[in-house]
């Protein structure tokens, strides 16, 4: 498979997930956030995972503290958007997130 097919595959990935997680949000938050909001929100809550050591965890189960999660993409979005987001908001797509991860 060559890099352009893989990056296709990551971005027909990443809308799928962007779909089931306007379907997990509460129907006042649906429309709260752009598609490209959402692609950077499933980035920076990725960079956590990379940075807090999740993804190299070898455990069966993992304990992922999603206020942890919230927190640090709020202060991601502060520094790099200079915009503020709402905590509890980002919470409940970080576990669509997650809950979309756990289908496969």
């Known amino acids: 498979m060559s890099i352009d097919d893989e990056i296709l595959l990551d971005?027909?990935?990443t809308r799928r997930e962007i779909k089931f997680i306007r379907s997990q949000l509460p129907l006042d938050m649906k429309d709260s956030y752009t598609d490209e909001q959402l692609w950077w929100l499933l980035d920076a809550i990725a960079s956590y995972?990379?940075?807090?050591g999740?993804?190299?965890?070898?455990?069966?189960?993992?304990?992922?503290?999603?206020?942890?999660?919230?927190?640090?993409?709020?202060?991601m979005a502060e520094q790099e958007l200079g915009k503020k987001l709402d905590a509890q908001e980002v919470r409940l797509i970080a576990e669509a997130d997650l809950d979309f991860q756990e289908q496969d």
């Open 49 to 52: 995972y990379y940075e807090s």
């Open 11 to 13: 971005e027909q990935e």
């Open 54 to 75: 999740v993804l190299e965890s070898t455990a069966d189960e993992v304990d992922i503290d999603m206020d942890e999660v919230s927190k640090y993409v709020c202060s």
